[in-house]
């Protein structure tokens, strides 16, 4: 019954492989998200997706694609990883229109690029 | 100036004390304000919302000053189960922005 869920939890590879992240919430929401945070811990949110239609791009690299089949899946695929990719990386999904923004996160993805 | 800023600690604070935090953002058009807790390699989760009139939920105490832009964040009666780090997060529109967080060390 977990709300957001992300796989894998862990991610190890080498650079220049490709790789995706799955993320599913069963909350109803309408809005989903992709943040990455660093090592030194500042969460910067990547993109934003709202019914399944793209509605935030921050400035990430275009190696980064997020895919959005239905409106409770938001998938990250990476292309070309490099070094700087390693992070933890979060799904977030939020019913802005009910006028709370609460984000309710998954438990992250622990990438490490060799 | 960052959108978000928080002074990042460490607070180190012996159990019962009271410790405040304090975070600055620099855009007059944001709309909400929420404090998340973030526990060692786990998720962010909500804390509280921040209004101006101010809210409390038992040791917790936000409060919102439109006007110098900041919002602010009492701890009562430290627990050392409090200790994590502490999120700002400013939201405009669909765009939330989260400070870089303060960490927490409440000690026996």
């Not at chain 1, 990883?81 to 019913?95: I, N, Q, T, W």
Request: aromatic letters at 12%; one cysteine or more; charged letters at 20%.
């Amino acid at each position: 019954d977990t709300a957001v869920s992300q796989t894998p939890k862990y991610l190890v590879t080498q650079m220049g492989n490709d790789k995706s992240i799955k993320c599913e919430q069963n909350l109803g929401h309408d809005t989903m998200y992709w943040y990455k945070q660093d090592s030194k811990k500042f969460l910067k949110i990547m993109f934003s997706y709202n019914n399944k239609e793209l509605i935030i791009n921050e400035t990430v690299p275009n190696r980064f694609s997020p895919k959005s089949p239905d409106k409770a899946h938001l998938n990250l695929h990476i292309n070309s990883l490099e070094l700087g990719d390693s992070a933890v990386y979060f799904c977030a999904s939020s019913h802005p229109w009910t006028g709370t923004d609460t984000q309710y996160f998954g438990p992250g993805t622990r990438l490490t690029v060799l | 100036r960052k959108e978000v800023e928080q002074d990042p600690g460490p607070f180190n604070v012996p159990e019962g004390a009271t410790v405040a935090f304090n975070c600055t953002y620099s855009n007059s058009a944001s709309q909400s304000f929420f404090w998340y807790r973030q526990d060692c390699r786990k998720e962010p989760k909500l804390l509280m919302s921040v209004y101006s009139s101010g809210n409390e939920d038992g040791r917790f105490t936000a409060q919102l000053n439109r006007a110098s832009q900041y919002i602010s964040l009492l701890i009562r009666d430290s627990k050392l189960s409090d200790s994590a780090t502490y999120l700002c997060v400013v939201t405009r529109g669909d765009i939330p922005t989260f400070g870089r967080g303060t960490s927490l060390i409440v000690h026996p």
